[in-house]
């Protein structure tokens, strides 16, 4: 078997409820222990699917709204490309696939992405003037980022 059956494989007998026992004993021979640990271990069983399953929706609506958030910013990407901005777009997308699919070893850099994409907010409102009329509704969203972060955090280390 090749590398990449075997992830399908793994990911098919993780998602069927197969113990992950029984799947690191059947694939421990064809392929690297490690990288077998680790895959087995960003996967969730099925019966913790089904237990996570409400707290995994918000978490993912979460990242919905966050990935809503920087499509926004395509708008400025009409005006004027930067490539900060395109590669933002695109890596949060990423994270929020890999988030939806339950991928376990997307969680904490997520979080660190999302921390980043703070900081960034903070430092656009920053640059405004005072009497700018996009400050308050970047205030906002801001604010809404950091709340959004904050409940993300609680829902991953739960």
């Not at 799947?23 to 640990?37: A, E, G, T």
Request: hydrophobic letters at 45%.
């Amino acid at each position: 078997m090749k590398e990449k059956e075997i992830k399908i494989e793994l990911e098919k007998g993780v998602r069927n409820g197969v113990s992950k026992t029984d799947l690191y004993n059947h694939f421990k021979d064809q392929y690297d222990d490690d990288s077998l640990r680790l895959l087995l271990a960003s996967k969730p069983s099925l019966a913790n699917r089904k237990k996570y399953k409400i707290l995994h929706l918000i978490l993912s609506g979460i990242w919905g709204i966050f990935l809503a958030f920087e499509l926004l910013s395509v708008l400025e990407l009409i005006d004027e490309f930067d490539i900060r901005l395109f590669a933002s777009i695109i890596i949060t997308f990423y994270f929020t696939i890999n988030i939806w699919n339950f991928d376990g070893k997307f969680f904490l850099p997520g979080i660190i992405w999302f921390i980043i994409s703070i900081f960034n907010s903070f430092k656009e409102i920053s640059v405004l003037p005072e009497y700018d009329p996009d400050l308050y509704i970047l205030q906002n969203i801001t604010f809404g980022y950091s709340f959004m972060l904050i409940m993300d955090t609680h829902l991953c280390l739960l």
